[in-house]
Nanobody, 118 residues
Framework: QVQLVESGGGLVQAGGSLRLSCAAS????????MGWFRRAPGKERELLAA???????YYADSVKGRFTVSRDLAKNMAYLQMNKLKPEDTAIYYC????????????WGQGTQVTVAS
């Protein structure tokens, strides 16, 4: 079992930055792929970024060049640095984890609201 808790959301002006944090407890996050998702009102949940156990990364086209995913294995933390935020980035953001080699993200945080004002 892995428990995930996000923090760092809030209200920011367009063009601003936020850093989301995801604290993992339970089994070591080093053996898990950490992903960041968001769900905007009326839209499907979207995978934004992921960091694999090899430290390779994935980014959706919608955030590539603006968002950066990272992890601190010693602290069992994952982060999503979000720059150049746009009003369309407004959503609830979730971190999630899946075992290395797994197909599905099994563990989810409670979500944190990000609102970008124009």
């Amino acid at each position: 079992q892995v428990q995930l808790v996000e923090s760092g959301g809030g209200l920011v002006q367009a063009g601003g930055s936020l850093r989301l944090s995801c604290a993992a407890s339970g089994r070591t996050a080093a053996n898990y792929v950490m992903g960041w998702f968001r769900r905007a009102p009326g839209k499907e949940r979207e995978l934004l970024a992921a960091i694999y156990t090899s430290s390779s990364t994935y980014y959706a086209d919608s955030v590539k060049g603006r968002f950066t995913v990272s992890r601190d294995l010693a602290k069992n933390m994952a982060y999503l640095q979000m720059n150049k935020l746009k009003p369309e980035d407004t959503a609830i953001y979730y971190c999630a984890a899946k075992p290395r080699g797994g197909d599905n993200y099994n563990y989810w945080g409670q979500g944190t609201q990000v609102t970008v004002a124009s």
